[in-house]
């Protein structure tokens, strides 16, 4: 018996596959057909309202319940009101919003209770700290998990909703783009996708010098930018694939032949040598290596 | 003697290796110890005028000349002035501007008796489209490259007159990164520097999108993003020297396992598969591959 057990602890860990699907945007996804900019005549590949058409595809069951977490905006009302019109205009009958703005919202059965009914959760934009020192460790995020990892609910966020879904949380880091160490800050996000650091508005302001630093820091993260009205649907934690009008950046650190950045000074510039790029656009699909699990 | 002929005609074409350097700036190198940015006071790596005094440092010669080239420029005088002022301060005697605003200018025997006497050459900013149309296949720069390859010379360019140098010369792409097929325009360089497309205020731009599209177009060339007062410096036409206060983005696209950019139409977003990336701070070195010319 002692020896089988020991046999046990032997193996790999292995997480169970979620049985519920993510939907991380880079922000601003289409919500109407109105209003078009240029840069979207310009774009033939941009569908109005396509990602979150697919989010509304996705919702199981009958007369499936969506609900609004606009917890990461400073203005929640604002925030959940475009997407209860969005959400009508594309047909959804049953949605509610969940105004949480403090970690004692975060403990509301009745809260709580929603997040049981719901077929899909969208997480609007806003601020990813203040997502993240709101719901990290809250009862209403640990059964957001719970449904996330046991149903088939699709749990979407946009923006900062999609930043906060990652491992490594990458939430400052303007200035120049990020290239000296320490001009990028990251903290622990809300763990729903693993193995992973995702940053949003990603080609549009520019972001992928300080995605590589976070990725230098730990190549076990893959880095994966979302572009503005463009979204990674991911289903088994692990197989994505591209929605939307823009390009989404991969960035895979594991071959990553030399780096200084735990050499040098903050306020020093980096080197990194061997990064692996991907740029992929709609439809286009990628599986996030598990190189944490060890196996590949 | 038939037989050895046809040898040699066998042998790979090996071009000779320039005796001159080239110094290739992102652009805004910096001219004087006054007016420091923010962004450079928070910058460790950063030294005043530290890629213009190893221009000067690498002057071969007594009382070398420096002949300044603004023919990038709508207003030549202004661009030319700034650099007689941080030339002087640096210490050089021996200064002369070479007015160039026409084809017919780039056939004047004074301007290319300057570039004869020339220990350094510095051809600043504007716009590359113009410095191509005016001196491309012009006696002036074919002196130039003559004096480049067989003398100990040393030819800088900043902004424009960095992009220029390339092989491939990238001349317009802002418009979102440059993700759409198309969004990212290029024409023939000046071919001072094989096998390379050079681009410039890489990471102040967010501009490595659209060098990703130039690279897909012909993995043949190595991209270079060269951000704001940063440099490479090249001896042999391929052993290259990081100097300045940012980073060099070098984007190789040699193993590129899949791309849709020749199937695409205008105006959709591509995707790209495995390109290499390396981001490399002052003093770091890389060698340029010959991939065109089969020996690497």
Redesign the interface.
Known sequence: MAVKQARKKNQPQQLPLPKGKLLAIGGKESKSEENRSQ?QE????FVSEQILKRFVDELQGKKPLVVIIPAASSLPEESAQDYLTVFKALGVKNIRVVDIRTREDAKNPENIELVDRAAGIMITGGDQLRLTSILGGSPFLERIKERYINEPVIVAGTSAGASAMSTSMIYAGE???G??KG?MSATAGLDLLKNVAIDTHF????R??RM?QAVAQNPGCIGIGL?EDTAVLLKEGKELEVVG???VTI?DGMDISST?IYEI??????????????????G?TYTIPSYNGGHH
Chains 1, 2 share one sequence.
């Open positions: 840069a310009d774009n033939r590949g200035t120049q783009g290239m000296l001009q080609i549009q302001r520019g992928i010098i590589a572009e009008s823009g390009l960035l200084n000074e903050a306020g020093e510039p980096f080197t990194i040598c061997d990064l692996k790029l991907h740029l992929l656009g709609n286009k």
